[in-house]
């Protein structure tokens, strides 16, 4: 089997997500998995009839890979790369997580709207919308708030703003130097103040789980952001929430963050796409790296057996196939 991870860092370094990429070849190797390291830069893409040749890695034609793992860093919310999951996804290969889910979920107002859809707890969150109605975020979100950039990861977009009047000072600064700042306000869950889980789904189960908790009494619970990592076992309900949202959000892979709810059970706070696991495997002791790769190896085994009934069907349903060649003639 073949894998392309796409990334767009030097792997050699410390830049977000490269540890597990580097995890993926070394349990690559063991598993006879080749792991091929792609940057979405290295690509062209050309829209033709003739599909063979219509994904270009510097510059010349190759062999399309088994799988594909889209694993783009915070940073890269390019057109390009998402048009190249795209383009690989039309062509058959298979592609964990999808363009569409990688869009979705990347938007944390969208991923919201789809959870309270499906009736998944999540808390009251709204769109920012300038000048603030001050009076509705007080009436229907309250205070303290929390304000999220829409598209933010690893901590860096997500604000506790504690009183009206520091939310109002901030709105006005906002309003004034970025209006078109996206913007989410959300209820703040007290409760799960410097802490939340993280359960990591692969293929719609849950394959490994931790608790984080935010470093000097801050709210964050990110561990890029120095959270400590601590083994926790979900119970059934944390581990049908997580599965549910997965399933409703088309993911694949994802990590999908709880919070603990006031009066006991969860909420979710949020789902990742391109979810790191360093962390995740030091508390948990799961080797995630093989857990995904051997998930891509069942789903390929799958694939092909559905490949071979199609054509013994085939055959049984068209006796007369063969007679028709030779008459043609
Ligand atoms: N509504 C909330 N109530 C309490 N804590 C929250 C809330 N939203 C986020 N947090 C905390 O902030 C962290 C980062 O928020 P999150 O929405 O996951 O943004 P990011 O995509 O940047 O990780 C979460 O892991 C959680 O610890
Ligand atoms: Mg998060």
Not at 42 to 55: E, N, W
Not at 103 to 131: C, N, W, Y
């Amino acid at each position: 089997m073949e894998v392309w991870i796409l990334y767009g860092d030097d792997i050699e370094s410390n830049a977000d997500l490269a540890h597990e990429v580097r995890r993926f070849q070394v349990e690559g190797q063991k598993m006879d998995v080749t792991v091929k390291v792609i940057r979405p830069d290295q690509f062209d893409l050309l829209v033709s009839h003739d599909a063979r040749d219509s994904i270009l890695i510097n510059g010349k034609a190759v062999p399309l890979p088994d799988f594909v793992f889209p694993y783009f860093n915070h940073h890269d919310h390019s057109y390009f790369s998402l048009a190249i999951v795209r383009q690989l996804e039309q062509l058959g290969v298979h592609v964990y997580n999808g363009a569409q889910t990688i869009e979705t979920v990347r938007d944390k107002l969208h991923t919201h709207q789809i959870l309270a859809e499906s009736g998944i707890t999540t808390p009251d969150t709204m769109l920012a919308k300038f000048p603030v109605d001050m009076k509705l975020v007080e009436d229907r979100i309250g205070f303290p708030v929390v304000v999220k950039t829409l598209n933010g990861a690893l901590g860096i977009g997500v604000f506790l703003i504690e009183t009206q009047s520091a939310f109002r000072d901030l709105m006005e600064l906002v309003g004034e130097t970025n209006p078109n700042l996206q913007l989410i306000f959300q209820k703040f869950v007290a409760q799960s103040k410097g802490r939340d889980l993280r359960l990591f789904v692969v293929d719609g189960e849950v394959i490994a789980s931790m608790e984080r908790r935010a470093k000097d009494g801050g709210f964050k619970a990110n561990y890029s952001s120095g959270a400590s990592v601590h083994e926790f076992i979900p119970d059934a309900d944390a581990i049908d929430m997580a599965i549910k949202t997965a399933q409703v959000l088309d993911i694949d892979i994802g990590g999908i963050d709880l919070l603990f709810n006031e009066g006991g059970g969860y909420t979710i706070c949020e789902a990742n796409t391109f979810p790191g696991f360093k962390g995740l495997e030091k508390a948990s002791g799961v080797n995630v790296a093989s857990k995904i790769l051997e998930s891509m190896q069942r789903r390929m085994a799958q694939k092909k057996n559905a490949l071979s009934d199609a054509l013994i069907h085939q055959d049984n349903d068209a006796p007369n196939s063969g007679i028709s060649h030779i008459s043609a003639e």
